[in-house]
């Protein structure tokens, strides 16, 4: 079974810089898609990024970039220039279809003003 | 506006007592599913359908149903709902489209107290 796992329970970062949040799956199979998710304190979940295995080129979403390594089976998610409102909870998440994500145990994310 | 709708948003209830979380989509996407989130575990699958009357079993379906009746609605259903059920449960939607995967939408959560 496909697993995912995110070390980090919590990280902090000074407003302004940059923060990697890390996130490591287990899959044999070759075509898969993974996503960054934040969950704010209102508990929306709400899409931050994709990258779909096949293509080799790190995904980036304005001051959000992935650093995708296929062969170690790595998916790290890096947030440039932190912003207060960007603290939340993260989850990565890996799917090979429509029918079900699966979940890292989430990474939570502290601001520091 | 796309959504994903699901009521209540907030339930207290007791050991026992049957009861029910409606989950609704306007997308018209054939896909929908049920996870729970439980702190230090993520977000785990309960149940999911692909189409009406397709029903299938995630990572942690006991204790609960799943009808889909009609595609727009996913109901959840908690028969004699137990302690360990306390969670906060998310529906998400989501349609393949000439093979390729499109995003999950989720709705804004339920959560759920079981004393």
């Known amino acids: 079974a496909q697993t995912v796992t995110q070390s980090q329970p919590e990280m902090s970062v000074q407003e302004a810089e940059t923060v990697t949040l890390s996130c490591t799956y287990d899959t044999s199979e070759s075509d898969y898609y993974l996503f960054w998710y934040k969950q704010p304190p209102s508990r929306q979940m709400i899409l931050v990024i994709r990258q779909e295995a096949y293509k080799q080129q790190n995904a980036t979403e304005n001051r959000f970039s992935v650093n995708f390594q296929k062969a170690a089976k790595s998916f790290s998610l890096k947030i440039s220039d932190s912003q207060l409102g960007d603290a939340a909870m993260y989850f990565c998440?890996?799917?090979?279809?429509?029918?079900?994500?699966?979940f890292g145990q989430g990474t939570r994310l502290t601001i520091n003003p | 506006e796309a959504q994903v709708t699901q009521n209540p948003r907030y339930l207290i209830t007791v050991t026992g007592k049957k009861l029910t979380v409606t989950c609704s989509q306007n997308m018209n996407h054939e896909y929908m599913s049920w996870y729970r989130q439980d702190p230090g575990l993520g977000l785990r699958q309960i149940y999911y359908?692909?189409?009406?009357?397709?029903?299938d079993k995630g990572d942690v379906p006991e204790g609960y149903k799943v009808s889909r009746k009609e595609k727009r609605n996913f109901p959840l259903i908690l028969e004699s709902p137990s302690p360990n059920q306390t969670s906060l449960y998310f529906c998400?939607?989501?349609?393949?489209?000439?093979?390729?995967?499109?995003?999950?939408?989720f709705g804004p959560g339920t959560r759920l107290t079981v004393l």
């Open positions: 359908s692909m189409n009406v009357e397709v029903t």
């Open positions: 998440a890996y799917t090979e279809g429509a029918q079900k994500l699966v």
């Open positions: 998400a939607s989501t349609n393949r489209v000439g093979g390729l995967y499109n995003e999950q939408f």
